[in-house]
């Protein structure tokens, strides 16, 4: 009875042990959520199927596979998405962010991984001096909220332009379309993708040259955001992003979406670290 009993537990601990065995391996693998505001069309849009796709859509999934981390992405609106990740929502923010020295007091940054100028957009038919700021007056421009443009408008024409927020670019391009807006201040791939403004027969043009400077304002490029304290995740991605410039993955992935060169190519310093 005795032998019974006793061979009753070794199976039993054999068996707790195998299934505990079984839970641990899969504690250690590492998983990540990654914020992200959606859509941000080609970056970030929904396929007929409602799938989350575009070119950071790929390029995520490709840093994380070479990160070796089993990702996730969690949608988020762009004006909460430093909150969301403070709050433990998700694990980084993979969503266009430029990095810029006030969210660098709050957010820890991986290298840039693209950089692109911003671009004012007026009706082709519309006859405005961007850089004649008197004659701006009244006019009504729109913006995503909380976005560096919308940074921008408000320091550099607040004072003349009727500024018009957004939740997102969509929406700006929207009223532009349908007359509500005079101007629209934009990514220059998102306006290109939205827009079409660099057409003959486009219904829209540029107006001025295009910007990347102040850098105080547009920063150094887009990056991935993580909280502070999250080093070692950050260098994992630092050196998925070092990876995927270096052996051209990042050059093709570009190409599946972009005709312009977006590319913000890592230093040997940066990845040697």
């Known amino acids: 009875m005795n032998k019974w009993i006793t061979s009753a537990l070794l199976a039993g601990a054999l068996v707790s042990g195998q299934f505990l065995g079984q839970a641990m391996a899969q504690d250690d693998k590492d998983t990540v959520r990654l914020g992200i505001d959606v859509p941000y069309e080609p970056f970030v849009m929904r396929d007929a199927d409602g799938k989350l796709e575009g070119f950071e859509i790929d390029l995520g999934n490709?840093?994380?596979?070479?990160?070796?981390?089993?990702?996730?992405?969690?949608?988020?609106?762009?004006?909460?998405?430093?909150?969301?990740?403070?709050?433990?929502?998700?694990?980084?923010?993979?969503?266009?962010?430029?990095?810029?020295?006030?969210?660098?007091?709050?957010?820890?940054?991986?290298?840039?991984?693209?950089?692109?100028?911003?671009?004012?957009?007026?009706?082709?038919?519309?006859?405005?001096?961007?850089?004649?700021?008197?004659?701006?007056?009244?006019?009504?421009?729109?913006?995503?909220?909380?976005?560096?443009?919308?940074?921008?408008?408000?320091?550099?024409?607040?004072?003349?332009?009727?500024?018009?927020?957004?939740?997102?670019?969509?929406?700006?391009?929207?009223?532009?379309?349908?007359?509500?807006?005079?101007?629209?201040?934009?990514?220059?791939?998102?306006?290109?993708?939205?827009i079409d403004f660099r057409q003959e027969d486009s219904p829209y043009k540029q107006l001025g040259d295009s910007i990347k400077t102040p850098t105080s304002i547009f920063g150094k490029g887009a990056a991935m955001a993580f909280r502070q304290r999250d080093k070692a995740l950050a260098a994992k991605f630092d050196k998925a992003i070092c990876e995927v410039y270096a052996d051209g993955t990042f050059d093709k992935l570009m190409g599946e979406y972009f005709d312009y060169d977006l590319s913000v190519r890592p230093s040997e310093a940066d990845c040697a670290q």
């Open 62 to 194: 490709e840093l994380c596979a070479r990160a070796n981390l089993e990702c996730s992405w969690v949608e988020q609106s762009w004006d909460g998405i430093i909150p969301g990740l403070l709050a433990r929502k998700y694990d980084a923010i993979l969503s266009s962010m430029a990095i810029t020295p006030e969210r660098e007091r709050q957010v820890m940054f991986s290298l840039p991984y693209y950089n692109t100028p911003s671009v004012w957009i007026t009706a082709r038919d519309r006859d405005i001096d961007i850089d004649d700021k008197a004659s701006l007056k009244g006019l009504s421009v729109g913006v995503q909220r909380g976005t560096i443009r919308d940074v921008y408008v408000t320091q550099e024409y607040g004072d003349v332009l009727d500024i018009h927020r957004y939740g997102s670019s969509q929406e700006v391009v929207n009223d532009l379309k349908s007359g509500r807006l005079d101007l629209t201040f934009e990514d220059f791939p998102i306006a290109n993708d939205a």
